[in-house]
């Protein structure tokens, strides 16, 4: 595997159901970031974590719970999810901790449809 | 407060024209990034350029080029000889700050 990977693709989920996002990142880098993007919207910043550490909660609900194990990997634990939070979820990574530097790189997405 | 306005929401043109996407910034930082991502019809962003606010100098990457303006704060991106293959959303983007896009369709 090469770049940042996702899983799964899509998913399907009702409002009570519980399911979890996850991220993979094969690049070295030293930061991972969540983002929604809905249509007619700009790219939303969800969490940052660097060295494993959260350093942005970008005032998100908390049926939104991420969490990185370690510099490589991130999730995105979803639980009684609305039908406005259907959308492509999309992680990210960059080799500094706060975005501020260096280029991102992402993988293909999650689509998302809360029914 | 940081924002990245891209005014236009989409843009058609013919093969072979070329095409200039705009971006206007605002950010009260001294020293700053910006960035263009690219986001193809199969919806994986790739990253095309980053750009130091200290260096003002245009670039060139084959048939994309961009020309940052601080006095203006912008930084537009222009496709010479566009390509079928070119159309995507262009996305501009201050550290962690996004414009809405520009949608570019490239027709034969």
């Known amino acids: 595997e090469t770049g940042v990977t996702q899983t799964p693709r899509h998913l399907v989920m009702g409002m009570t159901n519980k399911k979890s996002l996850k991220c993979e990142q094969h690049?070295?880098?030293?930061?991972m970031y969540w983002y929604k993007q809905s249509a007619k919207k700009p790219l939303e910043l969800m969490f940052v974590?660097?060295?494993?550490?959260?350093?942005e909660n970008n005032s998100v609900p908390s049926r939104f719970s991420p969490e990185c194990p370690n510099s490589s990997h991130l999730f995105l634990h979803l639980h009684t999810l609305q039908p406005e939070d259907s959308a492509l979820y999309l992680c990210?990574?960059?080799?500094?901790?706060?975005?501020?530097?260096?280029?991102?790189?992402f993988g293909p997405g999650t689509r998302l449809t809360v029914t | 407060a940081q924002k990245v306005t891209q005014a236009q929401t989409e843009i058609s043109v013919v093969e072979k024209e070329d095409v200039t996407l705009d971006c206007v910034y605002e950010?009260?930082?001294?020293?700053?990034?910006l960035f263009w991502y690219k986001q193809p019809p199969s919806g994986e962003l790739v990253f095309l350029i980053r750009?130091?606010?200290?260096d003002e100098q245009n670039e060139i990457s084959g048939r994309y080029s961009w020309n940052f303006q601080k006095s203006t704060s912008s930084f537009n991106f222009t496709i010479t000889a566009s390509q079928v293959v070119d159309s995507a959303v262009y996305f501009c983007?201050?550290?962690?700050?996004w414009g809405l896009g520009t949608s570019l369709a490239v027709n034969p």
């Open positions: 990210a990574s960059s080799q500094d901790g706060g975005g501020s530097t260096y280029e991102q790189y």
């Open positions: 690049l070295g880098h030293n930061a």
């Open positions: 974590y660097n060295f494993k550490e959260q350093t």
């Open positions: 950010t009260r930082d001294t020293t700053y990034y």
């Open positions: 750009r130091n606010s200290f």
């Open positions: 983007a201050l550290p962690l700050i």
